[in-house]
């Protein structure tokens, strides 16, 4: 071991140490010229006071070699810290990826063994919960086995710790809402609305479309108002407007009036039921059906595959035609406008045999009737049913254009015509 020492009259010593005996005999000779003092590396060491330097016989500066010597302590202190923090990182992320492989292999085979069951079922529904639940479980999953694995590991724990309050939240909000439209979307399947009288299919569906919606969005606003709420300095600000609820309240109630307006008529409307999917509507001056109803607005299907957006609260406040609300049956009506002279029993026989023929026609209505006459033309109703409104819309078409062939292949003077009379009082020409 190497000694260095300097004094008033010696100048600068340099001294090689190899026993105890030596050192405390060395440590007696100069203890009025120096100090010895213990250190990590060296069991002792002379101070070092800057600026002042002790010259050699042969030149040298005590000082100076002193000054190289702690150097060199220090850079071994540095190398050896970070070569220690390096292995500790490197061997917990190891170790995390380690683990992270494992819980993700043990997720393949348990959802692996999930979806043959639920393929040699045969049901939709199991194969919509599992196709629901894989994402969400695989990162639930990959998160509860870093936590445990935290639990060993000091410096995986202190970065968990900083990160677990976005994670956390995140993933259960996930795993709710994966759940929520697993049981919306298995439910909606014993909810057909391709039979005739789909009436109660399409309340129920236009329910859980409205159920799902607003838990939706209060299960987003929960999850993303816990994750702020890990922030401190978000959460000091919310504590500061809880405080001054009355103002603020006031002007986000004042702001946020029409969203608040337009999502609590969607609330109206799911408890009220003044539409349903599928139903056909006429608002606007537009024919159409229903296709989708939002907590804010509501499209509308038009006939010729154009969308209506209308708000919801339009539905609530203003009046509008729904064919639907109590059953998709409807009568229909076909106008002829025939001549007073015509005679409308040979009309009535043949409109029977038509609408017996068709098969649109659901058996239920078939009548002919004179509604109105007037000076020139006399109205003749043709009153038939059908199942649903498109079906309706085919079978008056159908109907309308079968009686008009035969009329002008039968009787054609008994369409409306004008007549001139001359002087005489005879018929001069008719159009």
């Known amino acids: 071991m190497l000694w260095f020492t300097r004094g008033p009259l010696t100048g600068c010593l340099a001294q090689a140490v190899t026993d105890e005996s030596t050192l405390r005999g060395a440590q007696g000779a100069f203890a009025g010229s120096s100090t010895l003092v213990p250190e990590r590396n060296l069991a002792f060491r002379l101070p070092l006071v800057e600026g002042e330097f002790a010259q050699t016989d042969c030149g040298e500066r005590s000082t100076t070699l002193y ?36 819980a993700l292999a043990m997720h393949w085979l348990v959802f692996r063994g999930l979806q043959h069951l639920s393929d040699a079922s045969g049901s939709k529904a199991d194969n919509i919960v599992v ?95 816990v994750m702020l709420l890990s922030i401190p300095g978000v959460r000091d600000i919310g504590m500061t407007l809880v405080a001054s609820a009355g103002l603020a309240g006031l002007a986000v109630g004042a702001a946020a009036q029409p969203a608040l307006r337009s999502l609590i008529a969607g609330v109206q409307m799911a408890a009220t039921e003044p539409i349903n999917i599928d139903d056909v509507v006429i608002i606007e001056g537009e024919w159409g059906w229903i296709e989708e109803i939002r907590t804010t607005y509501v499209v509308v299907k038009i006939w010729d595959e154009r969308r209506l957006i ?3 609260t339009k539905f609530l406040e203003e009046p509008f035609q729904n064919w639907t609300k109590t059953t998709a049956k409807l009568l229909g009506t076909v106008f002829l406008y025939l001549d007073p002279a015509a005679r409308v029993e040979p009309i009535r026989r043949e ?31 043709l009153l038939m049913s059908a199942k649903d409104s498109p079906t309706l819309f085919d079978l008056r078409c159908d109907i309308r254009e079968g009686i008009t062939d035969w009329i002008s292949q039968t009787c054609p003077e008994a369409f409306a015509r004008n007549r001139w009379i001359d002087e005489t009082g005879r018929e001069a020409a008719s159009s």
Not at 72 to 83: K, P
Not at 144 to 158: F, G, N, Q, T, W
Request: glycine share 4%; net charge positive.
């Open 351 to 381: 409109f029977e045999r038509q609408i017996n023929a068709n098969k649109r026609w659901d058996g239920r209505v078939q009548v002919t009737q004179v509604t109105e006459t007037t000076r020139d033309t006399k109205e003749v109703r």
């Open 67 to 102: 000054g190289e010597c702690r150097m060199l302590d220090r850079i071994n202190d540095f190398i050896g810290a970070d070569i220690g923090l390096h292995g500790e990182v490197a061997e917990a992320v190891l170790i995390a990826v380690l683990v992270a492989m494992v």
């Open 310 to 312: 209308v708000p919801t």
């Open 131 to 225: 196709s629901r639940l894989r994402r969400p479980t695989r990162f639930a999953i990959l998160a509860l086995a870093l936590i445990i694995v935290a639990r060993e590991l000091p410096l995986l724990d202190e970065i968990w710790q900083k990160v677990a309050g976005f994670v956390m939240p995140a993933l259960i909000g996930w795993m709710v809402l994966a759940v929520l439209h697993a049981l919306v979307n298995t439910m909606a399947l014993s909810a057909d609305v391709s039979v005739e009288d789909n009436l109660r299919a399409r309340r129920r569906r236009t329910k859980l479309a409205m159920f799902n919606r607003i838990a939706t969005f209060l299960v987003i606003f929960v999850t993303v108002g």
